[in-house]
């Protein structure tokens, strides 16, 4: 039997934990985001059937190839650890956050030198939009540093 005064008798004054409220948006976030950086990799690989396809060319898609399935594996072991409430969650979801907004500029410099065209060709507005998004996103969820959810939630 639980006394009266024990934190488990009063749901009330309990704090907050567990991947509910709030949580649920960066959730339902993470899973959009494997099949976002997924699709990516998909028409990465759809680039090799491009018909008169140079080395040069070939070798750009290889090093776009690689940076999006990097991407992609920090993603996915980023939502595990969600999933499995670990401790290491916050941490490796601003790594995460980082590598997103730092991507698109690592690939456009060695496709650019390798396809011998200026860096503002690779870096197009749509995907300077979508890196400014994520700077937002990842200002945003700073957040998880300090909240009382994330702190009771996280740690395993």
Known sequence: MTSPN??????????PSGLGGWLI?????????????????VDDIELFKTPNLTS?????????????????????????MMLRKSRSFPSLWMCQGAAAILLPFVDAAPVASILK?????????????????????????MYLKVSVRVRNTFVN
């Open 6 to 15: 024990s934190p488990s008798s009063s749901s009330a004054t309990a704090e």
């Open 25 to 41: 948006l960066m959730m339902i976030g993470q899973v959009g985001g494997i099949l976002r950086v997924l699709k990516s990799v």
């Open 56 to 80: 040069d060319g070939e070798l750009a898609i290889y090093v776009e190839l690689a940076l999006n399935v990097a991407l992609l594996a920090l993603v996915v072991v980023t939502t595990v």
């Open 117 to 141: 065209i200026e860096v503002s060709q690779v870096l197009d507005e749509k995907t300077i939009a979508q890196t400014i998004g994520s700077a937002i996103a990842v200002g945003l969820w």
